[in-house]
């Protein structure tokens, strides 16, 4: 098994905002990581498609307040982002 990657410097770089906005976006990118390594084996962002992100906010995010989901789906969107991919996800 790969070693996790560090969230936080992975997200370093398309990161703006407070510093509670910054640690929001961590803080659920790794359980974001977390929910597709256990479903997926997908161990880093780089192994992610298009797909594991959309699964996570479609089946893990569906029971969860709108506000809940607005937050999950910026922080998919600074992932797809940082990954450099065209990817869209909608609320």
């Not at 070693?3 to 509670?20: C, I, R, Y």
């Amino acid at each position: 098994m790969s070693k996790q990657v560090d969230m936080e410097l992975f997200l370093a770089g398309v990161l703006t905002g407070s510093h509670a906005t910054r640690q929001r976006h961590v803080r659920q990118a790794k359980i974001i990581q977390a929910e597709i390594a256990v479903r997926w084996h997908r161990e880093t962002p780089w192994a992610w498609q298009r797909k594991h992100l959309a699964w996570f906010l479609d089946h893990r995010m569906s029971q969860r307040s709108g506000a809940t989901r607005y937050y999950y789906v910026l922080t998919a969107r600074q992932l797809a982002r940082r990954l450099e991919k065209p990817w869209v996800f909608h609320l």
